[in-house]
């Protein structure tokens, strides 16, 4: 079983390099659990976080001001896309894609694949967008992928692109190159990727190639496998992670950031994310359903008519527009990038207040209200951090 943290933080701790501040300030003392502060050129970030993926310079359906009062303050940006599209003279010339975009808050970009791409290319690339958080170059496979060699091709390359990537940035006073562990579900394979990533000490550090179909069981033994080896004071990215029970259990795991298309993509389909589960809004029930998408939400399509800020949207409305109506991708991307990010930061006040073990069982009961049919794998994972879902 995965060893388990089992004490807070009796101190702040924290770590800094050239354009960015980690902090730690609280600790599960059941699981591997944390609270910090990141602080990047365009602001603090409170981890653990989701940041929702703006891929061609916006979210689609919302405006940056929209974004920003959903509490955002770190969201993606994509370097496939901006490289093609406005490109690089476009970004050059406006200053950066914050300006481009109008987004004051802080941008994390990925490397830049599927484009063919050079490690020095995709430098280039993010240091005319001007991300605060820029991705590495690396050879990603699917963790399935049968090849053992070819696996191993792919994690030793991404260590030699990580090096020439180091050399080609050209800003490492205001924007943050982050490393990315590959090794598909070899945990030994990555336990030596983990090695030569710490070794050469960037300021931030992501777990690469999940989401590739894998099992859940396999996804977790790799998010603990790398958590248990990364250092403490720097950050700990699990990249294109987005289901909600997905990104609890990672928390356990000791993983700081996530990120995934799947809630704003779901929403354009009619779906909201709640407590309960997704609701396919389409369905004839919410046609003549007059409460809000999800009682108690703090977004402002759900707040109570009558508080600042709110929409006072009903389930109907959405229903009667979920169909054809662009109106109700707009609101269910409002609500559920609102949910992403309110989720993580009520974990985060669980850690604090070390109450973060009742706060997964909370989570799961919601989902699952009799307290039957957890997943196998989740019950699994967060029994190896010390959290027994079974009997509540």
């Known amino acids: 079983m995965w060893a388990t943290a089992r004490r807070m933080a009796s101190t702040t701790r924290s770590a800094s390099s050239a354009a960015l501040t980690f902090e730690l300030v609280g600790k599960c003392s059941t699981t591997r659990a944390r609270a910090s502060i990141l602080t990047l050129p365009h602001g603090q970030v409170n981890l653990p976080i989701f940041m929702p993926v703006a891929t061609q310079a916006s979210l689609k359906g919302l405006t940056p001001e929209q974004l920003e009062a959903t509490g955002c303050r770190l969201c993606l940006n994509n370097t496939y896309h901006l490289g093609l599209k406005p490109g690089q003279e476009v970004l050059d010339a406006v200053g950066g894609a914050h300006k481009f975009q109008g987004w004051n808050h802080n941008l994390l970009t990925d490397s830049g694949g599927p484009m063919l791409l050079t ?114 004071l720097k950050p700990r990215y699990v990249m294109g992670i987005g289901y909600p029970e997905d990104l609890v259990v990672s928390v356990a795991l000791g993983a700081d950031m996530f990120d995934c298309v799947w809630p704003t993509r779901t929403a354009r389909f009619g ?36 508080q600042e800020g709110s929409l006072g949207i009903t389930r109907a409305f959405i229903h009667h527009n979920a169909a054809k109506e662009t109106v109700a991708a707009h609101l269910l991307t409002l609500h559920n990038v609102w949910y992403q990010l309110d989720l993580m930061r009520q974990a985060r006040e669980a850690i604090i207040a070390d109450q973060f073990p009742a706060f997964v069982k909370k989570f799961f009961v919601g989902l699952y209200p009799d307290g039957q049919n957890y997943p196998s794998w989740a019950v699994n994972a967060l029994r190896g951090v010390g959290i027994e879902l079974l009997g509540r």
Not at 295 to 304: D, F, H, L, Y
């Open 119 to 232: 490690p020095e290319h995709s430098m280039s690339l993010q240091n005319s967008i001007g991300s605060d958080i820029m991705m590495q170059l690396d050879d990603v496979l699917v963790t399935t992928h049968p090849d053992k060699a070819r696996m191993r091709e792919a994690m030793e390359r991404s260590v030699r692109w990580l090096d020439r990537c180091i050399a080609a940035h050209k800003y490492p006073e205001r924007q943050n190159l982050f490393c990315i562990i590959q090794g598909g579900l070899d945990l030994e394979m990555r336990r030596e990727c983990c090695r030569e990533m710490v070794a050469r000490d960037t300021p931030g550090i992501a777990i690469g190639g999940l989401s590739g179909g894998e099992a859940k069981d396999d996804f977790c033994k790799v998010v603990a496998t790398c958590t248990e080896q990364l250092p403490e």
């Open 271 to 306: 779906n909201a994310i709640t407590k309960h589960g997704v609701l396919n809004m389409k369905r004839e029930l919410y046609a003549a359903d007059f409460g809000p998408i999800e009682e108690g939400c703090g977004c402002q399509c759900c707040r109570p008519v009558g």
